[in-house]
């Protein structure tokens, strides 16, 4: 059973950058890895997805320009670059997998291991 860990949250003011980093227990080379995001109040929206085979990389359109999803080549960690981060950008940062390898960021169905999340917070 896969199991991904995320970390790199925290706060920052507007403007600012942060490192996401999500750790699986095993190489994801034959997965798809998606970066979601939850507000309070709001749905699970997908932020990016890379798929490891080909690299091919996805972005929700509010984060195109701004965010950079990428994979180490040790193959068991992937990470989402945020900068120019703006206050809509608030929320808790998941980081999913799923083996079919399959980049679908309005569904989150679609991925079946889950990490417990990293809080961002982008606030002055």
């Known amino acids: 059973q896969l199991q991904v860990v995320e970390s790199g949250g925290g706060l920052v003011q507007p403007g600012g950058s942060l490192r996401l980093s999500c750790k699986a227990s095993?190489?994801?080379?034959?997965?798809?890895i998606g970066w979601f995001r939850q507000a309070p109040g709001k749905e699970r929206e997908g932020v990016s997805c890379?798929?490891?085979?080909?690299?091919?990389?996805y972005y929700v359109d509010s984060v195109k320009g701004r965010f950079t999803i990428t994979r180490d080549n040790a193959g068991d960690m992937v990470y989402l670059q945020m900068t120019n981060l703006k206050p809509e950008d608030t929320g808790l940062y998941f980081c999913?997998?799923?083996?079919?390898?399959?980049?679908?960021?309005?569904?989150?169905?679609?991925?079946?291991?889950w990490g417990q999340g990293t809080q961002v917070t982008v606030s002055s």
């Open positions: 095993t190489s994801l080379d034959n997965y798809a």
């Open positions: 890379i798929v490891s085979r080909d690299e091919s990389t």
């Open positions: 999913a997998a799923n083996p079919y390898r399959l980049c679908v960021l309005s569904d989150a169905d679609v991925f079946d291991f």
